[in-house]
């Protein structure tokens, strides 16, 4: 994982995943800063 740095054996299945994860990521920033 680039941003942590951390090595994470993921399955090409799993990197996919990721793409819809950073616009979820991004509601969930925006939720936090929110409160």
């Known amino acids: 994982n680039p941003k942590t740095g951390e090595e994470i054996p993921i399955t090409a299945r799993r990197v996919v995943t990721f793409r819809p994860g950073q616009k ?6 925006n939720y936090a ?3």
């Open 24 to 29: 979820l990521k991004a509601r969930v920033d």
């Open 33 to 35: 800063g929110s409160k």
